[in-house]
């Protein structure tokens, strides 16, 4: 690889990496936030491939091109094996957008980022954070204050990722290496004390989401680096407090676990009902991937399955139309998008890059831009196994495993006992070096590579327009109150389910009997495991009593537990309820307020459950609103 070739390289990655973040179309798309993100990233990406192509194959180790080739291969037997739409596995479902094009974007991204990693590519990543960190809070310092110029549908401290945890989460663990450098580096007492302010008005931020996701990194974060910086120091003093610190570390997360369910000293500060809701989505999540272990049910496939595997309490806890089409964990999200050799090539890639980090930290002396980034990329897993692959969040996440990889070859790039710190200082000969090819970057490429990274970049960028254009024209359509221009935006390529049910939604709402039969037709037809579809046809007038029944037999398929179309809802509800073990229905009727939410101990007496049969009645009944 030339340096021309690194510096254009760098540049890509780091503006496409900036804009994914910060990117959001409010004026032109009914999602102003996911599909930019993934036009942006996919054009990153696969630039970076053209970019990159001759040095894919003679750079990484043997293992990596295994694992790599593996999760490649894993991507596609989706797209043959299960029954997923296809469009939807290609982009995505709405408001995610993490199907193929994503996921195959997030490797090419993370293998380019193993191929371009060095102290100077560290440097600048650290960098294009602190001015992306800059960003986000001034913005959202600007929607905490109320004073935000853009309407958005629901006026919270989100900046541009759409929702507080994603906000709070991103903060958090890019935050971590802020708290590193400001603490354990040799930096000037300028740059300290400017870092040290933009690290107060993040965490400040943090704590305007009301969002606990942000907080509980951070600090996961900022332990490990405070440990290593010990654990790395000479003398038994260090030492000491190094494992008093790591015993201390063990019992609070204990604590914390606890604290999670709303157990133990830290539940008033940890524990929030989404906790729960967590917990019934990950439970489902792992229903559905052990019931389709090998192939996965396609991407973003997940909510398509939800219903059939999320159980009776989940079904009812708060009402049965509480759904959710991932499962608040990356983990699970990908061994349901496609299976075992997935997952676990995704896993492997995980554990290679913790290994390769931690030879590292432990062969060569304290390096607080190395150390930083990985108590950042640790906190981003620990993060990850709770939320969502959120496009905007993760590719921070992608980004610092592809540069700690690749870690593992600086040793002959250049002089590894030199930390990252070191080698950029504005007198060291790197920094000298890197500012003379700064210099030299408007140097043309060989038009070979030139011709190869536009055709690339072009590919993803196609790719990714076609979702952004769908939901655009849908948008507009919308705006102008036009049902049979939603109808010929939803059935456009690229448009989701989410689209043609809005659609149908409006043909209902304003009594179109014939248009709305009609989207539903195309809507069960196009995604046939849509809930919405077949419920509409049990309220259409002009259905046959004949489809009127495979509706609901499709119903009952996809969701064993909907009772609302039934003649008795009530009494179906009732007998599961009968059918649950004494110490679950004392955990739902907590949950429906029968019994007060801060009574935690079951009585032992058993005739507790009668006095309460008619509110049980009452209480499923409202359920179905009869």
């Not at 990950?282 to 559905?288: D, E, S």
């Not at 990274?453 to 948008?475: E, H, N, R």
Request: proline content about 4%; hydrophobic content about 45%.
């Amino acid at each position: 690889m030339t340096n021309l070739v690194r510096l254009r390289a760098e540049s890509l990655l780091f503006t496409g990496l900036l804009l994914t973040t910060i990117a959001v179309t409010p004026f032109s798309n009914f999602d102003p936030i996911n599909p930019i993100k993934q036009f942006i990233l996919a054009t990153t990406s696969f630039g970076l491939v053209g970019l990159l192509w001759t040095s894919i194959f003679t750079t990484l180790s043997k293992t990596l091109k295994i694992i790599f080739s593996i999760y490649l291969v894993s991507l596609f037997a989706p797209l043959l094996l299960t029954d997923s739409p296809l469009p939807q596995q290609i982009w995505g479902t709405f408001g995610r957008n993490t199907g193929l094009v994503t996921y195959l974007s997030a490797i090419l991204l993370i293998l380019s980022c193993a191929l371009l990693s060095s102290p100077s590519s560290l440097f600048k990543l650290f960098r294009v954070g602190t001015l992306t960190i800059l960003f986000l809070s001034i913005y959202g310092f600007i929607q905490a204050s109320n004073l935000d110029p853009i309407k958005w549908s629901a006026q919270n401290v989100f900046a541009t990722l759409g929702n507080v945890n994603f906000l709070s989460a991103l903060l958090g663990f890019t935050s971590v290496p802020l708290f590193t450098l400001i603490f354990y580096s040799n930096i000037s007492v300028r740059l300290r004390t400017s870092l040290s302010g933009l690290l107060v008005l993040s965490l400040y931020i943090v704590l305007k989401t009301d969002s606990v996701q942000g907080l509980i990194v951070f600090i996961a974060g900022a332990y490990l680096t405070t440990l290593l910086y010990l654990y790395k120091k000479q003398g038994r003093l260090f030492k000491s407090i190094a494992m008093l610190l790591t015993a201390f570390g063990f019992a609070s997360a204990y604590l914390g676990i606890r604290g999670l369910a709303a157990n133990g000293p830290f539940g008033a500060l940890l524990y929030q009902n989404t906790n729960v809701f967590r917990a019934d989505y990950m439970g489902a999540a792992w229903r559905t991937f052990t019931n389709h272990l090998f192939t996965g049910v396609g991407f973003d496939g997940f909510d398509s399955w939800y219903r059939s595997d999320r159980g009776f309490i989940s079904a009812y806890r708060t009402g049965a139309a509480r759904t959710t089409n991932s499962a608040h964990n990356v983990i699970l999200d990908v061994a349901n998008n496609g299976g075992i050799f997935l997952v676990s090539s995704y896993l492997a890639l995980l554990v290679a890059t913790f290994i390769v980090s931690v030879k590292r930290i432990s062969n060569y002396r304290f390096d607080p831009y190395f150390i930083g980034l990985f108590g950042g990329w640790l906190a981003y897993v620990l993060q990850s196994t709770i939320s969502i692959n959120q496009i905007g969040v993760s590719i921070w996440g992608w980004v610092a495993t592809g540069i700690l990889l690749g870690s593992a070859r600086w040793v002959d790039d250049s002089d590894a006992r030199v930390s990252t710190s070191t080698s950029m200082n504005q007198n060291s000969p790197q920094y000298k070096k890197m500012k003379m090819l700064s210099k030299k970057s408007n140097q043309l490429l060989p038009a070979g590579i030139a011709l190869r990274t536009i055709a690339m970049a072009s590919l993803g960028m196609v790719l990714a327009f076609i979702p952004l254009k769908a939901d655009a024209d849908f948008q507009q359509a919308r705006k102008r109150a036009n049902l049979n221009e939603m109808m010929a935006a939803s059935k456009s390529l690229g448009a989701t389910a989410f689209h043609l049910s809005m659609t149908l939604d409006s043909a209902l709402k304003n009594n179109f009997q014939d248009q709305a039969k009609e989207i539903s037709d195309d809507l069960i037809t196009r995604f046939p495991r849509e809930f919405y579809g077949w419920q509409v046809r049990l309220q259409l007038q002009n259905i046959p009593q004949s489809e009127r029944d495979l509706a609901f037999s499709k119903l009952r398929e996809l969701d064993p537990f909907f009772a609302c179309a039934s003649a008795n809802p009530s009494g179906e509800i009732r007998s599961w309820f009968d059918e649950l073990p004494n110490g679950k229905k004392f955990e739902l009727l907590r949950w429906w307020g029968v019994i007060p939410f801060e009574q935690k101990l079951m009585p032992s007496e058993d005739n507790w459950l009668a006095p309460l049969e008619e509110a049980i009645r009452s209480k499923t009944i409202s359920f179905c609103g009869r």
